[in-house]
């Protein structure tokens, strides 16, 4: 595809559900990267894929969150037991390998959880 | 804790008068980004900048860097209202760090009226 894609697009969900988020980064870009934006915020690091490597989830805020990446390419990011602190825009990206010096994130459009 | 901070928070302008936005951060870095958010959804890199770089333009947008203060500027000329947006600052940190890990900033609220 032209570009990252994330789906649901939006994502209404009640308190103690779980939800499953997905991200189809741009093909070949063997790093990908999941944040949080709460309304208002900043982007907050949630976890960080590079090819075979062990992935980085120290940005994961507990265990109810985790994700997978097929190979490399789509990712899940699931949410478990859905809290209201967890309603928040979810944003994917992908960027080609990283170096010393860092490729650009492309991201995607990003889902838009509300947990009642 | 966050590694880049933007200043201001919030920028409102009348079109066609220069915007500036300023970013400072921790540690050292090897590179810089600066990205735009509309809408609060996904972001789309505008510029970046090395360490070894001082000074970048692309079309209106000139960025400067400055590696003793750990800083970093952002000026858009001849601002006009699709400008408005929420600019972001990014960073890399040079060393105890994740290869390809980006820290962004809580981002400057810029508006820009017609």
């Known amino acids: 595809g032209a570009g990252v894609s994330q789906s649901p697009s939006n994502k209404v969900t009640e308190k103690g559900k779980d939800v499953e988020l997905r991200c189809d980064p741009i093909s070949g870009h063997t790093a990908l990267y999941w944040y949080r934006q709460r309304l208002g915020q900043g982007l907050e690091f949630l976890i960080y894929?590079?090819?075979?490597?062990?992935?980085?989830k120290s940005g994961l805020p507990s265990d109810r969150f985790s994700a997978e990446r097929t190979g490399e390419s789509v990712s899940t990011l699931t949410i478990q037991r859905t809290q209201q602190e967890d309603s928040a825009v979810y944003l994917c990206?992908?960027?080609?390998?990283?170096?010393?010096?860092?490729?650009?994130?492309?991201f995607g459009p990003g889902t838009r959880l509300l947990v009642l | 804790s966050q590694q880049g901070e933007e200043d201001p928070q919030a920028l409102s302008i009348q079109e066609g008068e220069n915007a500036t936005m300023n970013c400072s951060y921790k540690?050292?870095?090897?590179?810089l980004q600066w990205y735009r958010q509309n809408s609060g959804r996904g972001l789309v890199h505008l510029i970046l900048i090395r360490s070894n770089e001082r000074e970048k333009h692309s079309g209106r947008l000139r960025v400067t860097l400055d590696t003793s203060k750990k800083s970093s500027s952002l000026l858009i000329t001849a601002s006009r209202a699709a400008d408005t947006a929420s600019y972001f600052c990014?960073?890399?940190?040079?060393?105890?760090?994740?290869?390809?890990?980006?820290?962004f900033g809580r981002g400057t609220q810029l508006t820009v009226w017609p």
């Open positions: 990206a992908s960027s080609l390998v990283p170096g010393k010096y860092q490729e650009t994130q492309y």
């Open positions: 540690t050292s870095i090897n590179n």
């Open positions: 894929f590079q090819g075979n490597s062990a992935p980085d």
């Open positions: 990014a960073t890399d940190r040079a060393w105890g760090s994740t290869l390809g890990r980006l820290y």
